[in-house]
């Protein structure tokens, strides 16, 4: 599917789906749960269904109602898997479910899409081999899914490389359930991402966990012997969705209302509306209303450097608003971005320099000289969930058409994305 973009401005009132990041969490600690889980607000996009099926694979009973999904728990207790666990595109359900199936009494097999079967897991089935889980990677040389994983995991200390948070909330999650007066602790290298392991903690609470983390995030221990509890909750809007609307409205001559937002909630992509502030954007807090209003047209100076270490999801929202801003924009510690559902600081220059965008980058940083006008052109979206969408939003104030190939991969985290911005105003086109 294409989506086409042209220029338009947005007016009225946006509501931001669940988080995604939330959703999974929630689902998967309601399969180790003792009892019957009720999710509020859960992300029905394509990794919160992926969290749904490796949870049902993993002997839990979902139940998937408009705006409500509730998930009968196996209280810790998950038996061998009769079928394949497929966490389709999911880097999220992949890292978490790799973890959990160190609990498995027998083993488990998981793999994804071609995305997650280039995305490497070995350092996480390091650590979990070095805890006492038994990890095999099925392709000699490959340090990727399809991956064999089974119990049974004990206490003792791992190490595992910053860059990616999902691996060390994969084995923090499960740890909760080794054996009483044992203790896992998990010695974290160049700490990235770790408003994300904090999200995992926060979640790990709410169903009756403890886990703890040093205050420099070098460190993470929990305790065994712990029980999952099920519990109602709510899940936030999705700040990493609202990145997307946001850019749009401030980048476009646009009144625009985003609501259904927690100004406490610990994601990390919320610090977006602070950076395009500081960029000269006309954005106002409304924190009992938990509401954003802005007012877009203004052009946004640059000169600024943003350190990325906590919101590598924001790249291509933010590289597009760089792309619009007047002045060089230098984005840093972006390793971590080239590993997600593709390379998006390699992807993102690639794209935006197609549309007349002056773009420098290096391995860990993303200079974008902004100002220059920007043109419609042929999209890649990579299979990239959030290239796609932020491409289309650069489509709102190029010239000419932004056509966006293989579109409908926002679906991951935003379903209906596009429907919604029609409903703004934006100038979208499926076809």
Same mark, same amino acid.
């Given at each position: 599917?294409?989506?086409?973009?042209?220029?338009?401005?947005?007016?009225?009132?946006?509501?931001?789906?669940?988080?995604?990041?939330?959703?999974?969490?929630?689902?998967?600690?309601?399969?180790?749960?003792?009892?019957?889980?009720?999710?509020?607000?859960? !992300?029905?996009?394509?990794?919160?269904?992926?969290?749904?099926?490796?949870?049902?694979?993993?002997?839990?009973?979902? !139940?998937?109602?408009?705006?409500?999904?509730?998930?009968?728990?196996?209280?810790?207790? !998950?038996?061998?898997?009769?079928?394949?666990?497929?966490?389709?595109?999911?880097?999220?359900?992949?890292?978490?479910?790799?973890?959990?199936?160190?609990?498995?009494?027998?083993?488990?097999?998981?793999?994804?899409?071609?995305?997650?079967?280039?995305?490497?897991?070995?350092?996480?089935?390091?650590?979990?081999?070095?805890?006492?889980?038994?990890?095999?990677?099925?392709?000699?040389?490959?340090?990727?899914?399809?991956?064999?994983?089974?119990?049974?995991?004990?206490?003792?200390?791992?190490?595992?490389?910053?860059?990616?948070?999902?691996?060390?909330?994969?084995? !923090?999650?499960?740890?909760?359930?080794?054996?009483?007066?044992?203790?896992?602790?998990?010695?974290?290298?160049?700490?990235?991402?770790?408003?994300?392991?904090?999200?995992?903690?926060?979640?790990?609470?709410?169903?009756?966990?403890?886990?703890?983390?040093?205050?420099d995030c070098r460190s993470y221990r929990v305790c065994g012997g712990q029980t999952y509890?099920?519990?109602?909750?709510?899940?936030?809007?999705?700040?990493?969705?609202?990145?997307?609307?946001?850019?749009?409205?401030?980048?476009?001559?646009?009144?625009?209302?985003?609501?259904?937002?927690?100004?406490?909630?610990?994601?990390?992509?919320?610090?977006?509306?602070?950076?395009?502030?500081?960029?000269?954007?006309?954005?106002?807090?409304?924190?009992?209303?938990?509401?954003?209003?802005?007012?877009?047209?203004?052009?946004?100076?640059?000169?600024?450097?943003?350190?990325?270490?906590?919101?590598?999801?924001?790249?291509?929202?933010?590289?597009?608003?760089?792309?619009?801003?007047?002045?060089?924009?230098?984005?840093?510690?972006?390793?971590?971005?080239?590993?997600?559902?593709?390379?998006?600081?390699?992807?993102?220059?690639?794209?935006?320099?197609?549309?007349?965008?002056?773009?420098?980058?290096?391995?860990?940083?993303?200079?974008?000289?902004?100002?220059?006008?920007?043109?419609?052109?042929?999209?890649?979206?990579?299979?990239?969930?959030?290239?796609?969408?932020?491409?289309?939003?650069?489509?709102?104030?190029?010239?000419?058409?932004?056509?966006?190939?293989?579109?409908?991969?926002?679906?991951?985290?935003?379903?209906?994305?596009?429907?919604?911005?029609?409903?703004?105003?934006?100038?979208?086109?499926?076809?």
């Amino acid at each position: 599917m294409y989506a086409i973009s042209g220029r338009s401005s947005l007016s009225g009132t946006i509501t931001v789906p669940g988080s995604k990041s939330q959703t999974i969490r929630a689902v998967l600690m309601g399969l180790l749960a003792e009892g019957t889980s009720v999710i509020h607000n859960p !992300l029905p996009g394509n990794d919160g269904l992926s969290a749904c099926r490796a949870a049902e694979v993993l002997g839990a009973s979902v !139940l998937r109602n408009d705006g409500i999904w509730t998930v009968a728990g196996k209280g810790g207790r !998950l038996d061998p898997p009769e079928h394949i666990i497929d966490t389709g595109n999911s880097g999220t359900t992949t890292s978490f479910v790799t973890g959990l199936c160190s609990l498995v009494n027998g083993y488990a097999v998981i793999t994804g899409d071609e995305q997650i079967r280039r995305r490497p897991v070995r350092p996480e089935l390091d650590a979990l081999r070095s805890l006492g889980a038994f990890c095999l990677i099925t392709r000699p040389g490959s340090d990727c899914p399809p991956v064999v994983v089974g119990g049974h995991l004990h206490g003792g200390t791992c190490r595992l490389p910053g860059y990616n948070s999902q691996h060390v909330s994969g084995v !923090l999650v499960p740890g909760a359930l080794i054996p009483a007066g044992e203790e896992i602790r998990i010695e974290v290298d160049d700490p990235r991402e770790s408003s994300y392991i904090q999200m995992t903690i926060d979640w790990m609470k709410k169903y009756g966990v403890t886990a703890r983390a040093s205050e420099d995030c070098r460190s993470y221990r929990v305790c065994g012997g712990q029980t999952y509890r099920a519990c109602e909750t709510w899940v936030s809007g999705d700040w990493s969705g609202v990145a997307f609307p946001l850019v749009a409205a401030v980048c476009t001559d646009s009144t625009v209302v985003i609501r259904g937002l927690d100004f406490d909630d610990p994601q990390g992509d919320k610090r977006i509306v602070e950076i395009l502030i500081s960029m000269g954007a006309d954005i106002v807090k409304n924190l009992p209303d938990h509401s954003l209003v802005i007012r877009g047209g203004k052009r946004l100076a640059g000169n600024i450097r943003i350190d990325m270490n906590d919101i590598p999801d924001a790249l291509p929202a933010l590289a597009v608003a760089a792309a619009y801003a007047c002045g060089e924009t230098e984005f840093t510690t972006l390793a971590h971005v080239r590993v997600k559902e593709s390379d998006r600081v390699a992807v993102m220059c690639g794209e935006l320099t197609k549309c007349g965008a002056d773009i420098e980058i290096t391995s860990d940083t993303m200079t974008v000289h902004g100002g220059h006008p920007l043109h419609g052109a042929l999209i890649d979206s990579h299979g990239d969930h959030r290239v796609a969408m932020a491409m289309t939003v650069c489509g709102l104030f190029a010239d000419g058409q932004m056509r966006i190939q293989n579109a409908e991969c926002a679906s991951v985290s935003f379903p209906g994305v596009y429907e919604v911005m029609k409903s703004a105003g934006a100038d979208i086109t499926l076809n």
